[in-house]
């Protein structure tokens, strides 16, 4: 069976301040109803001053190693995936390092948004089925609060978003009697449709400076995305894709017990599901609580599969993911 990466612990933490719909239609122009119907989010939790994304990376890297039964100094390699990062550079995973005083553990953040934590997952694997790392940490970590235009002009992004971190550790499985590990993982991107949902300032081409005052006026540095468009080429990417490593998997639909997606839009979940025909308990969501934490989402979903029993040892989970990019990919692994 070869060299396989067994995820042995996750974790996930997100700040303790709630967010409801109502308390954003305090803000903007928006209602609980709108925002219900068109995303199935109910509220979401954002940091509060002096919170930085790596203590959240932290929180939930510390349960994910508590639950691998793990100390910080036996892992190999920290990947944190984020879009949202504490600083310029370096990356998030920099500041978790320190806090999970590794001094010399290489560590390094992966931008693939919304798809980075199966991103992430496929280089972790990359690094233990070539003998490199024995046991990585991979961490998916949002701070998207700060980063959101809470006005009118921003209604239709910054409903949607929340933030949170999710962890898992993967060690090397070379056990003949234990097929647990990752099976397939696919990756795609399609960096025609980049500005279809990007934040374009600070950039490092804008000349002479990456961040001016005009471009804050013009509203640059806060997200912007073709909702439409992106929620068509989501629900077609991303059966496309999870046929695809269930595929290479030599996997059928019936033999999945867990099918995890992105939490973007419930909706786009629930077209996904009735286009494969998924059963509805075969599928858990948060994102009527967290919102889209983007990197953070599938790991403090399977978080949630593992902490409340859902999950138990031999079942096939199905991971799926789409965001900016484009990028969407998949991951299929025995738990
Ligand atoms: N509250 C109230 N009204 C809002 C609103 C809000 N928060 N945001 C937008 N609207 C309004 C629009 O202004 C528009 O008004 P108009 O008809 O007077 O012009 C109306 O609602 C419909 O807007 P539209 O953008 O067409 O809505 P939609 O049905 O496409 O739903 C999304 C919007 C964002 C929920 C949907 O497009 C979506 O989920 N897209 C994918 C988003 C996604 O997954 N992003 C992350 C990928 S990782």
Redesign the pocket.
């Known amino acids: 069976m070869g060299l396989r990466a067994k995820i042995i612990g996750t974790g996930m933490h997100v700040p303790d301040r709630v967010v409801t719909n109502d308390d954003l239609a305090k803000l903007?122009?928006?209602?609980d109803e709108?925002?219900q119907k068109?995303?199935g989010i109910r509220e979401r939790h954002y940091i509060e001053e002096g919170q930085q994304p790596a203590d959240l990376a932290y929180e939930a890297s510390k349960n994910a190693l508590r639950a691998a039964d793990l100390d910080a100094g036996q892992l190999d390699c920290i990947i944190l995936a984020t879009l949202s990062p504490q600083a310029d550079f370096p990356g998030t995973s920099f500041f978790l390092q320190e806090l999970l005083d590794v001094p010399e553990t290489p560590c390094f953040d992966l931008r693939a948004?919304?798809s980075g934590f199966v991103y992430a997952l496929a280089v972790a694997n990359g690094f233990i089925q070539s003998g490199m790392y024995q046991r990585v940490l991979v961490v998916g970590c949002e701070v998207h609060s700060t980063g959101i235009d809470l006005t009118d002009t921003g209604?239709?992004v910054a409903?949607?978003f929340g933030d949170g971190a999710g962890a898992v550790v993967l060690e090397a499985n070379a056990d003949e009697n234990d097929p647990a590990g990752l099976i397939e993982v696919r990756l795609h991107a399609e960096g025609k449709n980049a500005k279809k949902?990007w934040v374009e300032a600070p950039g490092s081409g804008f000349t002479p400076v990456r961040i001016t005052h005009e471009l804050i006026e013009q509203r640059r540095h806060f997200p912007y995305?073709e909702?439409?468009l992106?929620?068509k080429h989501?629900v077609t990417r991303m059966p496309e894709v999870l046929l695809e490593t269930l595929g290479a998997a030599s996997l059928k639909l019936e033999d999945v017990d867990l099918f995890l997606f992105?939490q973007?839009?419930l909706?786009?979940n629930e077209y996904v599901m009735g286009q494969l025909e998924i059963p509805a308990e075969k599928t858990l969501s948060n994102i009527h609580k967290f919102g889209?934490c983007?990197a953070a989402s599938i790991p403090m979903l399977l978080d949630e599969a593992v902490s409340t029993g859902l999950l138990s040892r031999g079942q096939v989970v199905s991971m799926t993911s789409?965001?900016?990019g484009f990028s969407w990919a998949s991951a299929v692994f025995r738990w």
Not at 28 to 31: A, I, K, N, R, Y
Request: hydrophobic share 40%; charged share 20%.
């Open positions: 903007m122009d928006t209602t709108w925002i068109r995303t948004q919304c209604r239709d409903v949607l949902l995305m909702g439409r992106v929620f989501a992105h973007a839009n909706r786009i889209n983007s789409f965001g900016s």
